[in-house]
């Protein structure tokens, strides 16, 4: 099995900066892709960031220019550098990997980690 462990919310003031991180375990023949969603309150899921194999990154309208996706491929690790937060980036952030076992394919998520902007 798959085990994705997050690490790294909490609450932040406006304008502040919080590192999420992001580590996968099990067993692993290959990851196509790693990446956070988040979930506000009341809201939908949506995808944050996600870095493809390559290096291919794909960020959110709203936070480009402002979050970093980064992938440690020896590691298995991916990491969300968010400065200038704001009130509206209050979520539960999930990391997500798409992951190959030699013979399927299949989406695992974690279970995810508070991050509150508020003064």
């Known amino acids: 099995q798959v085990q994705l462990v997050e690490s790294g919310g909490g609450l932040v003031q406006p304008g502040g900066s919080l590192r999420l991180s992001c580590a996968a375990s099990?067993?692993?023949?290959?990851?196509?892709?790693m990446g956070w969603y988040r979930q506000p309150p009341g809201k939908q899921r949506e995808l944050v960031a996600a870095?493809?194999?390559?290096?291919?990154?794909n960020l959110a309208d709203s936070v480009k220019g402002r979050f970093t996706i980064s992938r440690d491929y020896a590691k298995n690790t991916v990491s969300l550098q968010m400065n200038s937060l704001k009130p509206e980036d209050t979520a539960v952030y999930y990391c997500?990997?798409?992951?190959?076992?030699?013979?399927?394919?299949?989406?695992?998520w974690g279970k995810g980690t508070l991050v509150t902007v508020s003064s």
């Open positions: 997500h990997a798409e992951i190959s076992n030699g013979y399927y394919v299949m989406d695992y």
């Open positions: 099990g067993i692993i023949f290959n990851i196509n892709a």
């Open positions: 870095v493809r194999g390559g290096g291919i990154t």
